[in-house]
C-alpha cells in the first residue's frame, strides 16, 4: 500500500510540471547573484568601510547565500521533487556555468546546495550536508561577452548611449535638483556631483538591508517628491538610468543580442533531441545586467530593477501533438511569474520563437566584437558558448507515443491498487 501512495504522490507532483498532458523536455535558467556587500564606499563621508563587511567589498553575504540557497529549493521541488532531473546530482542531466565574479560562483555554490543537498550515499563527512558540485567559469580576468555583457568593452554601444543619457541626465537634473544638492554636500562629494555619481550611492541600501545605522539626509523625507525619503529617490535615479542602459533596440540588442542567441539556439537544439553539456538542465549564475540585456532584446522588460536571486527561466515542453513550445518564467521576491511573450503569449512554438527574435541576435562572439567595432582574432569559443544550429527534423508519432505512454502508467497505478 506504501508503494501505491508514493507513486500516487509521484504521478501528481510530475503534474505540475504537464500541462494538459504536456511534457517538460529542457529548462535552461539564468539568475542574478544574491546580496552582496558595496562594491566600495558608497561615499566619501561614509564610515561603513570595508572592515564592517567580513568578506570584503563585492562579496556575497550571508542574506545573499540564503536567497540562493531558497532559490535551489525552490528548483528542486519544481524539477527534482517531479522527476525532471534526479534528486542525485548528475553531470549528464545538469550543467553549471558562472561568470568569474566571485558573488556569482559563491551564489551558484549556495544555489546546488540548495537544489542537491547531499542524502545517503552522497554523504561524505559526518555533519556536513554539502557536497562539491562542478561550476565552470571562463579563465580569471578574461572578458565574458556572453554572461557578463555590460563588462564588455563595445565602442558602439558607448557612442548610442552617449547620445541617450544626456537628455536622461538633464531630466533628472532638472526634477531633482534640491536632493542633488543635498548629496553634494553630505556625502562628501562636492563639485563633483554627477548624476551617475549619484546613481551609484544607490550601495547604501545594502548597508540599511544589514541595519547598519544611517544619518538623518539618508532618511529625511521629501514632501515635494510623494514624502519619498533620500534614499528612495536615489534608487529611483538609479533606477531610470539602469533601466535606460537597455531601454533601446539598439542597445538591448548590443547587451543581450549575444546571450539571446545561445539560449534560442539551445531550445531549438533540444527540441530536436541535441545538447551541448547536460540533456536537461543548463543553468547559468550571472548578474542583473545579464538579465536586464536578455529581457529588453526580448522585449519582455518591466522597467523595475532585477531584485537580487532573480531567476529568468525557459522551459521547453512537448505536447500530445509533439510540438515544441517555450514558456518563459520570471521568479522575483519569491514569485513566480509567466512572461507573455510578444506577438506569442504565454506558450510560444519554439521555432517561431527563434523567428521571432531573429532580428535581435548576434550568433557569434566575432560578430559582436565586429558590431562593437573592437579586435576579435580567435572565433573557437563559439561552438562553446553559443551552440550552432542543428537541423530540425519534425517529430514522428509523438502523440500516438505520449498517449501509449499515458496508457501504460494507467494500468500500472490499477495494477498497484489491485
Request: overall charge negative; aromatic content about 12%.
Amino acid at each position: 500500500m506504501a508503494s501505491v501512495i508514493f507513486f500516487i504522490v509521484f504521478l501528481f507532483n510530475f503534474c505540475i510540471l504537464t500541462i494538459n498532458g504536456d511534457k517538460l523536455v529542457y529548462v535552461h535558467a539564468l539568475w542574478r547573484h544574491g546580496d552582496r556587500a558595496p562594491e566600495k564606499i558608497p561615499y566619501p563621508n561614509d564610515i561603513y568601510t570595508e572592515d564592517y563587511w567580513p568578506r570584503g567589498y563585492a562579496m556575497l553575504t550571508n542574506l545573499g547565500m540564503n536567497q540562493l540557497h531558497e532559490l535551489g529549493t525552490f528548483f528542486r521541488n519544481r524539477y527534482a521533487n517531479t522527476g525532471f532531473v534526479n534528486k542525485t546530482y548528475n553531470y549528464k542531466e545538469v550543467f553549471v556555468r558562472s561568470t568569474d565574479a566571485p558573488r556569482a560562483l559563491s551564489s551558484a555554490q549556495a544555489f546546488l546546495n540548495g537544489m542537491f543537498p547531499p542524502e545517503n550515499d552522497e554523504l561524505w563527512q559526518a555533519g556536513l550536508n554539502w557536497q562539491p558540485i562542478p561550476v565552470h567559469s571562463t579563465t580569471p580576468g578574461d572578458p565574458d561577452p556572453l554572461l557578463r555583457p555590460t563588462d564588455f568593452d563595445c565602442p558602439k554601444y558607448e557612442d548610442l548611449w552617449d547620445d541617450i543619457k544626456k537628455s536622461i541626465n538633464k531630466e533628472i537634473e532638472k526634477k531633482y535638483d534640491p536632493v542633488l544638492t543635498l548629496l553634494a554636500t553630505s556625502t562628501g562629494i562636492g563639485n563633483d556631483l554627477t548624476v551617475k555619481k549619484a546613481s551609484k550611492l544607490v550601495d547604501i541600501t545594502r548597508e540599511v538591508a544589514h541595519n547598519l545605522s544611517q544619518p538623518e539626509w539618508i532618511t529625511r523625507r521629501w514632501p515635494e517628491y510623494n514624502n519619498n525619503s533620500t534614499l528612495d529617490i536615489i534608487t529611483e535615479i538609479y533606477r531610470i538610468r539602469r533601466i535606460a542602459l537597455f531601454d533601446d533596440k539598439k542597445l538591448a540588442r548590443l547587451r543581450g543580442g549575444y546571450v539571446l542567441n545561445d539560449v534560442l539556439k539551445r531550445l531549438l537544439n533540444a527540441s530536436n533531441g541535441i545538447f551541448d553539456e547536460a540533456n536537461k538542465m543548463l543553468l547559468y549564475s550571472t548578474h542583473d545586467g545579464t538579465l536586464l540585456g536578455l529581457m529588453y532584446a526580448m522585449g519582455v522588460g518591466d522597467y523595475q530593477l532585477i531584485p537580487y536571486a532573480s531567476a529568468l527561466i525557459f522551459e521547453l515542453h512537448q505536447d500530445n501533438n509533439g510540438l515544441y513550445y517555450v514558456q518563459i518564467l520570471y521568479r522575483k521576491n519569491g514569485e513566480l511569474q509567466t512572461i507573455d511573450i510578444p506577438d506569442c503569449g504565454t506558450k510560444c512554438e519554439v521555432r517561431k520563437l527563434v523567428s521571432l527574435f531573429s532580428s535581435m541576435t548576434i550568433p557569434t562572439e566575432k560578430k559582436l566584437y565586429k558590431e562593437c567595432g573592437t579586435k576579435h582574432d580567435d572565433d573557437d569559443d563559439d561552438i562553446r558558448l553559443s551552440p550552432k544550429f542543428q537541423q530540425l527534423n519534425p517529430p514522428q508519432n509523438a502523440g500516438f507515443s505520449m498517449t501509449i505512454n499515458f496508457a501504460l502508467m494507467f494500468l500500472t497505478i490499477l495494477y498497484l491498487c489491485i
